[in-house]
T-cell receptor, first 115, second 115 residues
Framework: GAGVSQSPSNKVTEKGKDVELRCDPISGHTALYWYRQRLGQGLEFLIYFQGNSAPDKSGLPSDRFSAERTGESVSTLTIQRTQQEDSAVYLC?????????????FGPGTRLTVT | GENVEQHPSTLSVQEGDSAVIKCTYSDSASNYFPWYKQELGKRPQLIIDIRSNVGEKKDQRIAVTLNKTAKHFSLHITETQPEDSAVYFCAATGYSGAGSYQLTFGKGTKLSVIP
């Protein structure tokens, strides 16, 4: 079946502009995660959605970052007034449930470059 | 919150030799420890995982060991092959409240297998 997809695959934007990144999880997966991966670094947790529960936003680095998810489908990550330090690959992952011990399936990522 | 340390950051081995990557975690409540492999420019993919009620798990040339008392876990790859060359990430899952389970990742180990 189809895996997690993300769009765009690459995004170049000017400092100060807003960007919107999209994630399509695997159908039926109730949990969805966003991560940031800076060059040569590990994966930094940003936000987590589980069904209709309130999202866990504890990883968002500033109020310029926000995310939405409609039900158990598409999610969008929005970064307002982008800064050069926002340059990174943004990875989305989904899992069948949000319980511990459930494999997370990653999308291909969106490479964001802020000039 | 959880903190995961991973060593070494880079590792070079001759083809056919073994490779060992070690991780430590800080939260004694963490109970799930996956390992992901990320090839250059590709998404992370789960290669093996272990739960806190198990001390060792093996899958062909890959094995993972867990020492809950010392709070460390290790990935062992035997008979390494050039296609094992990639960045490997360890992670630990703990409950972060409000029904949310987060994966905290190590910074990764770049493994190079020299033919």
């Amino acid at each position: 079946g189809a895996g997690v997809s993300q769009s765009p695959s690459n995004k170049v934007t000017e400092k100060g502009k807003d960007v919107e990144l999209r994630c399509d999880p695997i159908s039926g997966h109730t949990a969805l995660y966003w991560y940031r991966q800076r060059l040569g670094q590990g994966l930094e947790f940003l936000i987590y959605f589980q069904g209709n529960s309130a999202p866990d936003k504890s990883g968002l680095p500033s109020d310029r970052f926000s995310a939405e998810r409609t039900g158990e489908s598409v999610s969008t990550l929005t970064i307002q007034r982008t800064q050069q330090e926002d340059s990174a690959v943004y990875l989305c992952a989904s899992s069948p449930t949000g319980t511990s011990g459930t494999e997370q399936y990653f999308g291909p990522g969106t490479r964001l470059t802020v000039t | 919150g959880e903190n995961v340390e991973q060593h070494p950051s880079t590792l070079s081995v001759q083809e056919g030799d073994s490779a060992v990557i070690k991780c430590t975690y800080s939260d004694s409540a963490s109970n799930y420890f996956p390992w992901y492999k990320q090839e250059l420019g590709k998404r992370p993919q789960l290669i093996i995982d272990i739960r806190s009620n198990v001390g060792e798990k093996k899958d062909q040339r890959i094995a993972v060991t867990l020492n809950k008392t010392a709070k460390h876990f290790s990935l062992h790859i035997t008979e390494t092959q050039p296609e094992d060359s990639a960045v490997y990430f360890c992670a630990a899952t703990g409950y972060s409240g409000a029904g949310s389970y987060q994966l905290t990742f190590g910074k990764g180990t770049k493994l190079s297998v020299i033919p």
